[in-house]
């Protein structure tokens, strides 16, 4: 079994930046894929980014190439989501994923899942 505690959301304007973290506990966390979705409400979870357990590669969705950042650091069993250049439409909740893989961007690859934290973006 896997937890996973995410942090870090929160009410920014358009254009500023936010740092999501998410707290692994359990089994070995650099055995795991990882990765973040978001749900923004009546739509589905939507991938937002993965890395491989090595933290060697990454992979985006389209939405958010070149303004978001996927990292992990498995000393700490922490994996964040730096956000950059925030958009309304990037409102939602941002979940955190681990994955029996080397790295996983669909939904039904993941394994365990956080709670969410909200991200709401004004303009």
């Known amino acids: 079994q896997v937890q996973l505690v995410e942090s870090g959301g929160g009410l920014v304007q358009a254009g500023d930046s936010l740092r999501l973290s998410c707290a692994a506990s359990?089994?070995?966390?650099?055995?795991?894929?990882m990765g973040w979705f978001r749900q923004a409400p009546g739509k589905e979870r939507e991938f937002v980014a993965a890395i491989r357990w090595s933290g060697g590669s990454t992979s985006y969705g389209d939405s958010v190439k070149g303004r978001f950042t996927i990292s992990r650091d498995n000393a700490k069993n922490t994996v964040y989501l730096q956000m950059n250049s925030l958009k309304p439409e990037d409102t939602a909740v941002y979940y955190c994923a681990a994955a029996l893989l080397a790295i996983a961007t669909m939904k039904v690859e993941y394994n365990y899942w956080g709670q969410g934290t909200q991200v709401t973006v004004s303009s």
């Open positions: 359990g089994r070995i966390f650099s055995s795991y894929g």
